[in-house]
């Protein structure tokens, strides 16, 4: 079950956080806030191009350390969004190694590192590995909601809505592929940031059968956005070939990542 703790206890696991920041970062943090909210709004989630439950655990506005006019205080916030946080952990020890995780890859970015080029005691924080029961899980979460995205996709192909089909088939077939790739120990928090195009190729270096779904990033870059004002909208851009093939596609992967016939066809 997921871990709850309140308001107060949660803002001493962010301190705890920042006391354990290793020392020489730690001068680098006057006019720095931290602010903690239940969930990111509609308006970043659309930014990020991210879904419920797909949550991120928080974010860095402002300057980097490159940018400051003075490196020992400068603007910035980090923010952490409480309720993914603790919908993803199973205790409070798992909660307070996340915070920290958490806490110190926002910092990261504001002591100007990118993502790939982040020290690993900024990266990650001391670590907490993800055990064998904790990945079952999460993979057969992603499995059903890969399931029930593909009965949405083709009601919605039933009813010639291409572009709406096109788009939840798509969302099914990430979700699968994450489940594939949780379940062979990749690491989560790299997979949820990537797209179906770095995870076909992160699943084909497991097993070859996942080459026969490369039209899924080909399927990817069909633009379902409403666009410039003079573009046509999604409904009359979006055909009916392509709606049915990602739900042919997304039926098919699901077979394989299941473990049925479908997916060796």
Known sequence: MPVRVGEERFAELVKGALRELPEEFRGYLQGLEIRVEDYPDEELMEEWGLRPPNYPFGMYEGPSLLEAENPRD???????????????????????????RTVF???????????EGMPEELRAGAGFPWSAEKRRHESRRYREQAAHDLLAAKALLAQGCHDWALEIALT?????????????????????????????????????????????ARLEQ???????????????????????????????LLGLVLGGEDGAR
């Not at 952490?80 to 996340?98: A, G, I, M, T, V």
């Open 74 to 100: 400068f603007p910035g916030t980090v923010v952490l969004f409480r309720r993914p946080l603790e919908e993803w952990c199973q205790s409070e020890e798992e909660l307070r190694d996340q915070i920290r």
């Open 105 to 115: 890859h926002e910092l990261a970015h504001r002591f100007g590192f990118p993502e």
């Open 172 to 216: 099914g077939a990430y979700r699968a592929l994450l489940a594939f790739l949780i379940e062979k120990d990749e690491d989560p928090e790299t997979l949820v940031s990537e797209g179906i195009s770095q995870l076909l190729f992160r699943g084909i270096r497991h097993d070859q059968l996942l080459s026969r779904f490369r039209d899924l």
């Open 222 to 252: 069909v633009n379902t956005d409403m666009g410039d004002p003079g573009l046509a909208p999604p409904c009359r851009r979006v055909r009916n070939k392509h709606a049915a093939n990602a739900v042919r596609l997304l039926e098919n």
